[in-house]
């Protein structure tokens, strides 16, 4: 069986790497790598309410959960943030 080199291990966006490095929260661009799509369609599913795992915003600043990112990395099931489309307010 192979090992992982500690690069494999290590890469930027795998879970064990964003529990050492991230806060309590992340970038939207960042969080879309770790789920392997583009920042653009990131934003798109924040607008449209449908990014997999919870968001914050603040005023004009969207930030992505780090505990909730990492449960959706981990289990595979996406984990919404219910917030209404377009409108930035929780329901």
Known sequence: MHKLSNEQQDAPYSPSHIRATWGGTGTVQDASRAFGFSRSKGYDLVRRGEFPC??????????????????????????????HPGRGTQS
């Open 54 to 83: 919870r968001v914050l915003r603040v005023g004009r600043t969207t930030r992505v959960v780090t505990a909730s990112l990492l449960r959706v990395l981990e289990s595979g099931e996406p984990e919404y943030s219910g917030l």
